[in-house]
């Protein structure tokens, strides 16, 4: 499966934003899919990941209540849907998918066979 992470940009503290993965090849109902982020200077770190089939969906402390994840397998697209934006969630935010993934693998991120390029967020104070 391959994987186009898109919308991010420029946004203020307090602010909202979207973003999108949009999967292409087979078997997109199969994947978990995650977001993974990484901020100028720090390591890569989960952010939130949706399960394949049910869509259970799994969020990491930081976002708990902020940001919520969702998926249309129809559409293979899974969103992330960020509210309360703080400059500190600056970062670039990668979508990535593993098939089949077991629950609790979904924020390790050598467990997901395949990447986005990523796309830019940024939270201005």
């Known amino acids: 499966v391959q994987l186009q992470a898109f919308g991010g940009g420029l946004v203020q503290a307090g602010g909202s934003r979207r973003l999108s993965c949009s999967a292409s090849?087979?078997?997109?109902?199969?994947?978990?899919v995650a977001w993974f982020r990484q901020a100028p200077g720090k390591a890569r770190e989960s952010v939130s990941a949706?399960?394949?089939?049910?869509?259970?969906?799994y969020y990491d402390d930081f976002v708990k209540g902020r940001f919520t994840i969702s998926r249309d397998n129809d559409k293979k697209i899974v969103y992330l849907q960020m509210n309360s934006l703080q400059p500190e969630d600056t970062a670039v935010y990668y979508c990535?998918?593993?098939?089949?993934?077991?629950?609790?693998?979904?924020?390790?991120?050598?467990?997901?066979?395949?990447w986005g390029q990523g796309t830019q967020v940024t939270v201005s104070s």
């Open positions: 990535a998918a593993a098939s089949f993934l077991r629950d609790n693998y979904y924020n390790t991120e050598r467990y997901y066979n395949f």
């Open positions: 090849g087979r078997g997109f109902i199969n994947y978990t």
């Open positions: 949706v399960k394949y089939g049910v869509g259970t969906t």
